[in-house]
């Protein structure tokens, strides 16, 4: 789409001049006037071309032109020698969807170079916000210090958009909120009058916005959805042009069905798949995502749209409680931990950390104590032993490693944190180094002060792309940089169906950063979490200038993107 015209026409012979003269530096009378110019930086499109020495020209909120040096001028010039030059970042896998609202200026995304986030994802959205799904978004509300005021997915993103983020933000629907909204926590077959209503949740809340469906089948209650279901709700969502992202049912042992079932559903519902951080945890499976990469090209083969994407870290990071099975993770937060006090029902769960069962996606046997931190701590008790692992809390109380995890779960309301330090690097190389993969964090805009500063976090929340292009890219020479940077941006954008965003491009929205390749790198580590990456020098999201010169301007040009059947 060709910009539209702003105070003169663009330009047209530049390139081609009359006369031969030496471009003199300042013939500023004679060049196009734009609001901003980023020059005298290595533009890198997104689209995977090499690295141009261009000029960016920016009227608005859009990109005006990519022009060679000195042909064009701007009212706000921004020098970026040195620098290269590319499209925000599209995090494809966030779960900003409250912190964004306690607060706008998404320091660790917007720092790292990310302009648009992509939340919703893992079966959990911020609406619909009915029934026993109201309550559970409520805890997570409240755990982000932050009012639940809405119901639908319009009211949420009218709730963002008039708040007015540092970020673009595009929201998946959760099939885990749909199932809460409509049945509960509780392990019931959905009957056809149950699904016929989540579906039409999920249509509402796409015609509203969100860009598709996503599930996350670790989780309670999205374990209890059959294939058939999430077909199913996956055929409502490709029908309305969505797409479906899924955190799949399993990432250890039962790593290769679970692939299989989400090429099953993108099969079967004619859907685009995402399979979301792709890796393979506990070392008995690790190698294993050669397999499924492997049948991933396959399925491409045979027409079903599937692909992945990857956070570049070896441990992950989710609720504690995930350690427990489904069965004991059922119903309502006081039925839970009835079963974790009641000494019998204790007992099986003590039983199966370390017995691998049917059902059992990972146990703590192939993990370790030692290699599981625990965070978020609320209560006194437990406070003093942020980022600890349990090996550590245990020895330190003089207690069995799985009593007092379930010490924990039940002193913290179920609320802890942990990182699981469970993958191998030589997968996350496999995965990263593959093109279908796509960068995402699985983390949330976080900032060393507020809330999320309280305690410690997954140092992906801070470095998830200035590590994958310093450590992959410019340390491991592992994959091309303009290579790396089209995973960043066009990659996601064309998965999510973002049609005006993740290429530099004459139209395109003006979401730009320029970064030095001599200098960036990530900070954040597991020690230290809350830290900034250095290198990231500029931020544009919408035309705004957002980072200058590696600081935050506090401008919030972000917008709420909605899915394109909401406004056809
Ligand atoms: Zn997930």
């Given at each position: 789409?060709?910009?539209?015209?702003?105070?003169?026409?663009?330009?047209?012979?530049?390139?081609?001049?009359?006369?031969?003269?030496?471009?003199?530096?300042?013939?500023?009378?004679?060049?196009?006037?734009?609001?901003?110019?980023?020059?005298?930086?290595?533009?890198?499109?997104?689209?995977?071309?090499?690295?141009?020495?261009?000029?960016?020209?920016?009227?608005?909120?859009?990109?005006?032109?990519?022009?060679?040096?000195?042909?064009a001028t701007g009212a706000m010039r921004i020098d970026a020698t040195g620098l290269i030059v590319c499209p925000g970042f599209i995090d494809i896998h966030s779960h900003s969807e409250f912190q964004l609202l306690a607060n706008p200026l998404a320091e660790s995304k917007i720092r790292q170079g990310i302009t648009t986030e992509l939340v919703g994802n893992c079966g959990s959205s911020p609406a619909p916000a009915i029934g026993v799904a109201r309550k559970e978004l409520e805890g997570y509300a409240e755990?982000?210090?932050?009012?639940?005021?809405?119901?639908?997915?319009?009211?949420?993103?009218?709730?963002?958009?008039?708040?007015k983020t540092s970020v673009n933000v595009a929201t998946l629907v959760g099939a885990s909120t749909l199932r809460q909204c409509v049945i509960g926590n509780s392990n019931i077959k959905a009957g056809e009058d149950e699904l016929a209503r989540m579906n039409q949740l999920l249509a509402d809340a796409i015609l509203q916005g969100g860009f598709g469906l996503s599930s996350g089948l670790i989780y309670?209650?999205?374990?209890?959805?059959?294939?058939?279901?999430?077909?199913?709700?996956?055929?409502?969502?490709?029908?309305?042009?969505?797409?479906?992202?899924?955190?799949?049912?399993?990432?250890?042992?039962?790593?290769?069905?679970?692939?299989?079932?989400?090429?099953?559903?993108?099969?079967?519902?004619?859907?685009?798949?995402?399979?979301?951080?792709?890796?393979?945890?506990?070392?008995?499976?690790?190698?294993t995502v050669g397999r499924t990469i492997a049948m991933i090209e396959e399925a491409r083969e045979q027409g079903v749209d599937v692909s992945f994407d990857v956070y570049p870290y070896t441990a992950s990071c989710t609720y504690l409680d995930t350690l427990l099975q489904p069965w004991a993770r059922e119903g309502s937060k006081e039925e839970i931990l009835d079963r974790i006090r009641d000494s019998?029902?204790?007992?099986?769960?003590?039983?199966?950390?370390?017995?691998?069962?049917?059902?059992?996606?990972?146990?703590?046997t192939d993990t370790g104590w030692e290699n599981i931190n625990?965070?978020?701590?609320?209560?006194?008790?437990?406070?003093?032993?942020?980022?600890?692992t349990i090996a550590q809390i245990a020895e330190a109380i003089g207690k069995d490693p799985a009593e007092t995890t379930l010490d924990i779960?039940?002193?913290?309301?179920?609320?802890?944190?942990?990182?699981?330090?469970?993958?191998?690097?030589?997968?996350v190389v496999k995965v990263i180094s593959h093109p279908l993969a796509a960068i995402g964090s699985d983390g949330e805009a976080e900032a060393p002060y507020g809330p999320s500063g309280k305690h410690a976090t997954h140092p992906r929340a801070y470095g998830t792309f200035p590590r994958a292009l310093r450590r992959y890219v410019l340390d491991k020479k592992l994959v091309p940089l303009e290579e790396m940077i089209r995973r960043m941006t066009s990659w996601p954008a064309q998965r999510i169906g973002l049609q005006d965003r993740g290429v530099l491009a004459s139209g395109m929205a003006a979401d730009i950063v320029a970064f030095d390749p001599e200098k960036i790198r990530d900070l954040a580590t597991y020690e230290d979490s809350h830290r900034y990456p250095e290198g990231i020098e500029y931020v544009i999201v919408n035309g705004a200038v957002t980072i200058d010169h590696g600081e935050h301007t506090k401008e919030r040009a972000g917008q709420v993107l909605r899915h394109k059947s909401s406004i056809a």
């Open positions: 789409m060709p910009p539209a015209p702003t105070r003169e026409p663009l330009n047209k012979h530049v390139g081609i001049p009359q006369v031969q003269p030496r471009r003199s530096l300042e013939p500023r009378g004679e060049r196009t006037l734009h609001n901003i110019l980023i020059e005298g930086g290595t533009v890198v499109d997104g689209t995977g071309s090499l690295g141009k020495p261009l000029d960016v020209a920016i009227d608005g909120a859009k990109i005006a032109q990519l022009c060679k040096r000195s042909e755990l982000a210090e932050v009012r639940l005021d809405w119901v639908t997915m319009d009211e949420y993103l009218l709730r963002l958009s008039n708040l309670v209650p999205g374990f209890f959805a059959s294939t058939e279901e999430l077909v199913s709700l996956a055929s409502t969502s490709a029908s309305l042009g969505g797409f479906y992202a899924s955190h799949i049912r399993g990432e250890g042992r039962t790593l290769i069905k679970a692939v299989e079932e989400a090429i099953r559903i993108g099969r079967e519902a004619h859907s685009r798949v995402e399979i979301s951080h792709h890796k393979a945890c506990g070392r008995p499976s690790w190698g019998q029902t204790r007992e099986r769960i003590i039983h199966e950390f370390v017995t691998p069962t049917e059902s059992m996606e990972d146990t703590v625990v965070m978020g701590f609320s209560s006194d008790l437990y406070k003093r032993f942020d980022n600890n779960l039940v002193e913290e309301n179920l609320r802890a944190i942990a990182i699981f330090h469970e993958m191998d690097e030589d997968d």
